[in-house]
C-alpha cells in the first residue's frame, strides 16, 4: 500500500502535518534518519506508517512504559499488529507479542532500552528478521541533557549488529544535542536529518499579570469546565491549595509534586491519562511522561523559569491540533525569584548570564507589545508573521512612550545609589511622606515627587516593564536592591526612547479571558453526545478516550454531522477499522442527536411555537439532500431552527439573515410556507 493509502486507510488521516511526508519518504526508502519535530507535531506516524509500508518487524526503542503501551493500544484499535516487551506485560500479553513475531505478522515491537543490556534480546532481534530501528525521544542518548538513560547508548550498537537503518526522533533541537545523537546512534555519519519549525500554530498564547491571581486561575478554568487542563505551580504547597480551589468550584482536580509518594503519582498520572475533564495543578515534575494528545489548556500560576521551559510546558497542550489554550501569570515577584535563583544557583559565571539571557528572554514575552508568536518563534530563529492567535493580535497592546517615565525611575535609583527596591523608588518619585524618606532626607533629591502623574499601581507597572526588559536587576547582594544594567544607558543618555504598555499599567480586572468553545453554541450538544459514547467505548476498552477518537475528529463529526458511513469516512481520524468498529454507534448519536436539543424544543412549546419548529425540522430532514435527494446533504442546528420558529413578520430576507444563502436556497421556501401558513 502507499503511504498514502497507509495514512488514510490505518490512520484515518487525510493528509501529512508539515514535514511528515519528507521523513516518512526518507524513512521508507531505508535512508538513515534525524527528525527534529516540536511535540506534537506527530513524530509517531513517521515511524508507524514506514514501518507498515516495509517488509519485516520494525524494532520501536522508547523511554516510557506508559506511553509504549498507549501508542501500541492505539495501533491495535487501528488494526495494526504491534506488541510491546515491556516489565509491567501481563503474561498472555508477552505470548500474543511471541506468537506474532513467531508467525512474521508482528508489525512494530516497542521496547524500554533497559532490554538491550540482556544478549538474548539482541539475539532475538536479529533472529526474527528485524528490519528497521526507530528511537523514540532519541536526546535520551546524550549524557549532558536531562533526560539522559544509559542504554541508550546500546542502541548504536544494536544498529552495528543488525545492519538496518535506523530513524530517530526527538524534540529537542540544539546543536549540541544533536551532534551527540549522530555521534552514538549513527556512530558518527550524518543521516538525512529534518528540522521541523517550531510553530504550533492551534496553541492560543497570553499572558496576564497577577491581579489577584487565584481568581484570575478560577476564571480561565471555569471558561472551560469539562476540558483537560494542567495548571503549573512554583510551588508544591501551591499546587495543593490551587487543587482544592478548584474542586471547590465544582471542577474534578487533583495535584501532583516531586514530594509526593511514587505511587501516589502514577495514580494521578494514570487519572488523567483516561479522565476526560481531569484538571491537575502541578509542578514542573508533571510532564516527562505525559502524553495525553487532548489536553485543552496550559495555565501557568507564576511565571515558569525560562522561554524553553515556557515552550515545553504549554507544548503539552493540543497535540492533537485541535484548538487549545494557554494562559501564564507573572509579576514583579515572580521576576525577582527567578532572578534570585538564577543568581544564587551553583553554576558556573558563564552558564549563569546564560540563564539569565533565557530568563530575559520569557520576561521579554511576557512585556511584549506584539504579537507574541512572532516573539517566541523569533527567539527559536524562526521568521513568522503575526500569528492572529494570540492574546495580542486578538487585542493589540496601548502602548505610550516610556521614555521619561524611565529616565525618572532609573534616576531616582541612582541618585539613592542603587541601595533599595521600587517600594522605596516610587514612594520617592510620588513625593510620599514616609519615615524612611525623612530619616535618609529623600525628600530633598531632585526626583522627589517628580512622578505624580503616575499612580503607585501605574509606578509597579512601569518598574515591572522595566525589570521584564531588563534595565533594572535585583542585586542579590544586595538584598535585592535594583540596579540599573548597561541596557539601560542609553535611555538614561536620551540616545533611546522605549515603549511601554499602557493597559498593563492599568488594572488588569474585569479583562478575563475570551471564552473558547470548541464548536459552536449550535452543535455543542451534539458534540457532548459524541463524547459520551466515546467514554463508553474507552471504559470498555479500560483506555483512554482518545484511543477511540481524539477531540479533532469529534469536533469535526459535530460539525459536518455524516449521514452514513461514507460520509463518515471522510471525516479526519477515521480510518477503515475505526469505520468499522465504532461508524455504526457514532452515527445513530448525530442522527438521534435531535434528542439533545430538546431543551430549545420545550421552550418552544411553552411559548406555542413547538408545532412550527416540529414542522420546519420535517421539512428540513425532506430537503436535507435538496428537491432531487441528490445534493450536499445540509441541516442546520436547533438553535437557528428555534430562531426561525420565532422569526416576526417572516420574509425571505429575514430568513436569509438568519440562515445563510446557501442554507435559503435550498429550505427557504418550504420554510416560508410553513411560518405564513400558522
Ligand atoms: P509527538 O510528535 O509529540 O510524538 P504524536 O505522534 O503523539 O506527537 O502525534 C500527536 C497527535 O497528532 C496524535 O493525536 C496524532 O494522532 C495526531 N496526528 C499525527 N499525524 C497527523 C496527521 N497527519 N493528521 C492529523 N493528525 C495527526
Ligand atoms: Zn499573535
Known sequence: MSAAVLLKDIFGFDAFRPGQQEIVEAVIAGENTLAIMPTGGGKSLCFQLPALAREGVTVVISPLIALMRDQVRALQAAGVEAGALTSGNTEEETEAVWRGLEAGTLRLLYMAPERLASGGTMQMLRRVGVTMIAVDEAHCVSQWGHDFRPDYLRIGELRRMLDVPLAAFTATADAETRAEIVQKLFDGVEPSTFLRGFDRPNIHLAFEVKDGPRAQILNFAAARKGQSGIVYCGTRAKTETLGKALNDAGHSACYYHGGMEAEDRRIVERRFQQEDGLIVCATVAFGMGIDKPDIRWVAHADLPKSIESYYQEIGRAGRDGAPAETLTLFGPDDIRYRRQQVDEGLAPPERRAADHGRLNALLGLAEALHCRRVNLLTYFGEDPQPCGNCDLCDKPADIFDGT?????????????????????LIDILMGAKTEKIAQRGHDSLPTYGVGKEYDKRQWQAIFRQMMGRDLMRPDPERHGALRMTEGARPILRGEATIDLRRDSIKAAKGTGPKIRQMVS???????????????????????????????????????????????????????????????????????????????????????????????????????????????????????????????????????????????????????LNILTDR
Open 521 to 671: 453554541e449550535e452543535d455543542a450538544p451534539l458534540l457532548s453526545a459524541l463524547k459520551a459514547k466515546r467514554r463508553f467505548f474507552a471504559e470498555q476498552l479500560g483506555g483512554p478516550a482518545y484511543i477511540v477518537f481524539n477531540d479533532k475528529t469529534l469536533i469535526e463529526m459535530a460539525e459536518k454531522r455524516p449521514m452514513n458511513l461514507d460520509e463518515m469516512a471522510r471525516i479526519g481520524g477515521v480510518g477503515a477499522k475505526k469505520l468499522e468498529s465504532y461508524g455504526a454507534p457514532f452515527l445513530e448519536v448525530i442522527s438521534g442527536a435531535v434528542e439533545d436539543v430538546h431543551p430549545v424544543r420545550r421552550k418552544l412549546a411553552m411559548r406555542g411555537n413547538g408545532e412550527v419548529y416540529d414542522r420546519l425540522l420535517a421539512a428540513q430532514a425532506e430537503l436535507a439532500r435538496g428537491e432531487d435527494g441528490a445534493g450536499k446533504p445540509m441541516s442546520m442546528g436547533a438553535a437557528t431552527l428555534a430562531k426561525i420558529a420565532t422569526l416576526h413578520n417572516p420574509d425571505m430576507a429575514g430568513l436569509t439573515r438568519l440562515m445563510g444563502d446557501k442554507h435559503t436556497e435550498r429550505f427557504g421556501a418550504a420554510f
Open 404 to 424: 521619561t517615565a524611565v529616565r525618572m525611575a532609573l534616576s531616582a535609583a541612582l541618585r539613592t545609589e542603587e541601595w533599595f527596591g521600587s517600594g522605596h
